[in-house]
């Protein structure tokens, strides 16, 4: 049973480009979440979506990041007009319904890189 | 507005040794409390989890316990050895809202 996976692992962007990050979460798993990790710190929640739905985006910025989980394919974090302080490990974890259990699972992350 | 907060922040402790890390919250609202590792260059690992309704769980060399009153929860890494040299992470979050909190993560080193 594969893992959460991401890709891709490394992102190398200049500023005022598009990110794009994707994530597929574990099999049998419809909950998705996306949590940004800065140097020397512990992971911020940003949003947490189930299949075609955005269950809850508090922690997103209000301006440049969008996230989905469409019906098919993986989870996508699009991050647009990047800048220097979008540099981070960006985490995807997932986990069966929330009813029967709070675990989550992560994904290895990916790393974006903002020259 | 930290809602979990870790202490210390770094640890060095002997091969075999038992390493002790702390965790704090301030909402009461939380009642799930996981311990995550992370290896440099890798995701967050599930290590183990508690519930308020008991004040221990152990797993292995692994041990949570809990202080509801204190909204305190510890993780004790019993026998240490150098593989679990790693960085820790303490998280809160309340059922079935699965936003988890995370604490900044204690760094243990463990010396041979």
Known sequence: NAGVMQNPRHLVRRRGQEARLRCSPMKGHSHVYWYRQLP???????????????????????????????????????????????????????????????????????????? | QQQVKQSPQSLIVQKGGISIINCAYENTAFDYFPWYQQFPGKGPALLIAIRPDVSEKKEGRFTISFNKSAKQFSLHIMDSQPGDSATYFCAAASWGNNRLAFGKGNQVVVIP
Do not use: W
């Open chain 1, 40 to 115: 020397e710190e512990g992971l911020k929640f940003m949003v947490y979506l189930q299949k075609e739905n955005i269950i809850d985006e508090s922690g997103m910025p209000k301006e440049r990041f969008s996230a989905e989980f469409p019906k098919e394919g993986p989870s996508i974090l699009r991050i647009q007009q990047v800048v220097r302080g979008d540099s981070a490990a960006y985490f995807c974890a997932s986990s069966p319904l929330p009813r029967d259990s709070n675990e989550q699972f992560f994904g290895p992350g990916t790393r974006l890189t903002v020259l």
